[in-house]
């Protein structure tokens, strides 16, 4: 029987995966950051497995580590977001296809267009994820020798998706006329400027692009702190959570719900997606032996400089057997911080534990067989901690592939995963209605 709730399944693509040590792995494909051929059999493998979207990640810059750690990690390099997915575009028919892009290092004018094209590109199938861009050292390639302050960056944010979603609507869904005989190609009446003059932004307007398939593209975000979550609650249709505890998933949910309700806004207009790493094994003991296996690939030299990176704050020149030290607050992003800072607390580990967790996965992990895990995703989504993930495979293609040769058969067995696509659309998957134009009917 069929659940009245199903799961969404967003993927969170790093080509070769997000556990640094995956490369190494026996089986894995080394190049795929570079290598369309791999990511179009991934795409099309998740399309087969119905999930609702494909998600590509994007920092805008080398991340910030010494080059023993540089050296050693798959995740600098990887295609620019929107060329990956327009191509990808191209070589699939129904998976949403979500990329970020940066609040503070990009300007709107580019963003909505950008979106937009994605969007009438793919048929409808464009997301995009909302970044205030967590990492401190991106400023220093667009002429900033800091990144600005985490409150201001969310202030810019905010008018940021004002100014976007104004352009969209630039055009009525019926402006293009398109009336051989009159030779007129749109009505002008049915055509907007925006002439938007802000605190961050000066825009006049109109986009040069229609509306978009989906009126707007999804609007996701992934911040965690309070700024973070409150432009989620004004202003997201998804959200990739962060949380590793379903505990913490519940508090997380229901925060940002409860946000949504005291700004007017229904809060089933919003999907929750915790991101999770998923290893499947046939039996527990396998599945774990493969996680310890691929943490075992992870030189210290790379986690003590994620950990550092993930502190915002240098600790390779303390003992490694020892505490960590006091940590001081920081501009960075606070969640993976907090995390750490709190693992070290309650369950005493040292510098050394904390750079093996740090330099492969520290967040959410499903570790089983397919029962299991659809066991866990279906105490998530009944506890109300998740509406869906956004899983990350531990290494590819195997990981991928049994994840959706095995799990999602069992989920679909149990009524909480889709057997087909029902629409077209990226809101047609997520169940999220089409927005209408604010300036036309
Ligand atoms: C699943 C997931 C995906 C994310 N993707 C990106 C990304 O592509 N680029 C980026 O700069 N930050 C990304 N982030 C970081 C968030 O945007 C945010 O900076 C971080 O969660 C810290 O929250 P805060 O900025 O509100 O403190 C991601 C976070 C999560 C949980």
Do not use: C
Not at 341 to 353: F, S, V
């Amino acid at each position: 029987m069929a659940h009245s709730r199903q799961l969404h399944l967003g993927a969170f693509m790093r080509p070769v995966s997000m556990h640094t040590g995956a490369w190494r792995y026996p089986g894995a494909i080394h190049d795929a950051n570079f290598n369309f051929a791999a990511l179009k059999r991934f795409a099309q493998k998740l399309e087969e497995g119905k999930f609702d979207a494909f998600f590509m990640a994007d920092h805008l810059g080398v991340l910030n580590m010494p080059v023993e750690a540089l050296k050693r990690s798959h995740t600098v390099t990887s295609y620019e977001p929107f060329t990956l997915l327009s191509a990808l575009a191209g070589v699939t028919e129904r998976i949403g296809l979500v990329a970020t892009a940066s609040t503070t290092f990009e300007e709107p004018f580019h963003v909505a267009r950008r979106f937009a094209s994605l969007d009438h590109l793919s048929g409808g199938r464009a997301g995009w994820n909302v970044v205030t861009t967590a990492n401190p050292d991106n400023g220093k390639n667009f002429g900033y020798e800091d990144q600005p302050d985490h409150a201001a960056r969310y202030a810019r944010a905010r008018e940021f998706y004002d100014v976007v979603t104004g352009l969209w609507d630039s055009f009525a869904d019926n402006a293009f006329v398109r009336d051989a005989e009159s030779g007129i190609y749109f009505d002008p009446d049915r055509l907007h400027v925006l002439r938007h003059k802000g605190a961050h932004f000066s825009v006049r307007g109109p986009l040069n692009i229609a509306r978009p398939v989906q009126g707007w593209p999804v609007i996701v975000q992934a911040g965690a702190s309070e700024p973070g979550r409150q432009l989620a609650a004004e202003t997201a249709e998804a959200v990739f959570g962060a949380e590793n505890t379903l505990e913490g998933a519940k508090r997380f949910y229901a925060d940002v719900k409860d946000r949504m309700r005291r700004v007017g806004r229904d809060p089933g207009l919003l999907k929750i997606l915790p991101a999770a790493f998923v290893v499947v094994g046939d039996t527990i003991e396998e599945a774990r032996a493969k996680r310890a296996h691929l943490d075992s690939l992870v030189h210290y030299d790379s986690g003590i400089h994620s950990l550092s990176g993930a502190l915002n704050f240098d600790v390779s020149g303390f003992d490694p057997d020892g505490p960590l030290p006091e940590i001081p607050e920081t501009n960075a992003s606070k969640t993976a911080r907090d995390r750490l800072l709190e693992m070290a607390r309650t369950q005493t580990l040292t510098i050394r534990q904390l750079a093996a967790t740090a330099g492969s996965y520290a967040g959410l992990a499903f570790v089983g067989t397919p029962a299991s895990i659809a066991d866990d995703m279906e105490q998530w989504l009944y506890e109300s901690g998740a509406d869906g993930f956004n899983i990350m495979f531990p290494f590819l293609p195997e990981g991928l592939d049994l994840f959706v040769d095995q799990v999602i058969p069992e989920l679909q067995r149990r009524g909480l995963f889709r057997t087909e696509y029902e629409g077209t659309t990226l809101r047609d998957h997520l169940g999220l209605p089409r927005p209408s134009n604010r300036f036309f009917d």
